[in-house]
């Protein structure tokens, strides 16, 4: 299994999980979302690899923001 953890901005309600677990769905067909609201987490798990970049872009063109680590 390969587990990403983001840290998002923005997320509020059910609705806001919803969109969230949609725009991961999107390019990262299958995998299991759990979001945190409390916490601003959204933690993707797929048995697949992952891609941080693409699954960041997909929440940020659903209108969250992600966290980027710092370079």
């Known amino acids: ?3 990403l953890t983001l840290r998002v901005r ?3 309600c ?3 999980v919803r969109a969230v677990e949609e725009a991961v769905q999107t390019v ?3 995998a299991r ?7 601003g987490l959204v933690t993707v798990e ?12 997909a929440i940020e063109e659903a209108g969250y923001e992600v ?3 710092a370079e």
Do not use: K, Y
Request: net charge neutral; proline share 3%; hydrophobic share 35%.
């Open 28 to 30: 990262a067909a299958g």
């Open 14 to 16: 059910q609705h806001c």
């Open 67 to 69: 966290e980027r680590p």
């Open 46 to 57: 797929t048995a697949n690899g992952l891609d941080r970049e693409r699954i960041a872009r």
């Open 33 to 39: 979302v759990a979001v945190d609201l409390d916490r």
């Open 10 to 12: 923005g997320m509020s």
């Open 1 to 3: 299994m390969t587990t």
